[in-house]
């Protein structure tokens, strides 16, 4: 990608590293038989160990509308990868399935996220960040989406 665009606004660069982003993680998770969606929900139930429907929603709203989610939610659960109906009486959980292909995928996304920053220092990446947050935080209501 050139550096010779700092004629393109903020907007283009942040839409850019977003489909990048998704590419890359795509063509590489491709292997381990997922999409950065799939990861995402895998990752998301690894970190929490349960979630309702609503809380995967609200927390990967960003990346895919609540249908599309619920469509990936459903094709884990019939991959084995994950149960539950999630529900608060009945959270997704990762099945020992699910689990195995989380830890060989999280693998796979280490190398992604050192390749993606490959040549950026951590304080570069802690001030992009932090400027990033602000910048939400300035058009939103106390950081809120509106």
């Known amino acids: 990608m050139s550096q010779n665009k700092p004629h393109l606004p903020i907007g283009y660069w942040l839409k850019k590293a977003d489909e990048v982003l998704t590419s890359r993680i795509n ?11 799939e990861w995402q929900i895998l990752n998301l139930l690894h970190e929490v160990s349960a979630c309702t429907q609503d809380r995967v929603c ?3 709203r960003p990346f895919a509308d609540a249908d599309s989610l619920k469509a990936t939610l459903e094709r884990l659960v019939s991959r084995g990868f994950v149960e ?13 399935q699910g ?9 796979t996304q280490k190398k992604i996220r050192q390749q993606a920053v490959q040549g950026i220092s951590e304080a570069e990446y802690v001030t992009t960040v932090s400027v ?6 300035n058009l939103t209501h106390e950081g809120h989406e509106k």
Request: glycine share 10%; no cysteine; charged share 25%.
């Open 132 to 137: 990033l947050q602000r910048l939400i935080g």
């Open 58 to 60: 609200e927390v990967l």
């Open 84 to 96: 539950g109906n999630g529900s608060q009486t009945d959270a997704f959980r990762l099945t020992d």
């Open 27 to 37: 063509e590489v998770q491709d292997a381990n038989g997922l999409d950065r969606t």
């Open 99 to 107: 689990r195995h292909v989380h830890s060989v995928a999280l693998e």
